[in-house]
């Protein structure tokens, strides 16, 4: 089992920037990949972007130049980096971390943009 828990959600304008944290605990040695998505409202889940063991990332054209995914594997920890937030960028925020088994989820950090 692992648990994740976001943090670092809020209200900002349009242009401003957040840090969105997740902290895994329980069967950390079988995660092998982590991600973050969201869901806009009246909008299916999308994958924002991704960080493998190996610190490979990947980023969905929408944000790419504007976010930025990393992680502190001492300290189990993974963020995202969202910078030049949109009204669009509005959404929960959710953590995900793959294992050989199953995916795994966090509760959701709501973002909302601003004009």
């Known amino acids: 089992q692992v648990q994740l828990v976001e943090s670092g959600g809020g209200l900002v304008q349009a242009g401003g920037s957040l840090t969105l944290s997740c902290a895994a605990s329980?069967?950390?040695?079988?995660?092998?990949?982590m991600s973050w998505f969201r869901r806009a409202p009246g909008k299916k889940r999308e994958l924002v972007a991704g960080i493998t063991n190996g610190g490979r990332t990947n980023y969905a054209d929408s944000v790419k130049g504007r976010f930025t995914i990393s992680r502190d594997s001492a300290n189990n920890m993974v963020y995202l980096r969202v910078s030049d937030l949109k009204r669009e960028d509005t959404a929960v925020y959710y953590c995900?971390?793959?294992?050989?088994?199953?995916?795994?989820w966090g509760q959701g950090t709501q973002v909302t943009v601003s004009s």
């Open positions: 329980g069967s950390i040695f079988s995660i092998r990949h």
């Open positions: 995900n971390a793959e294992t050989y088994r199953e995916d795994y």
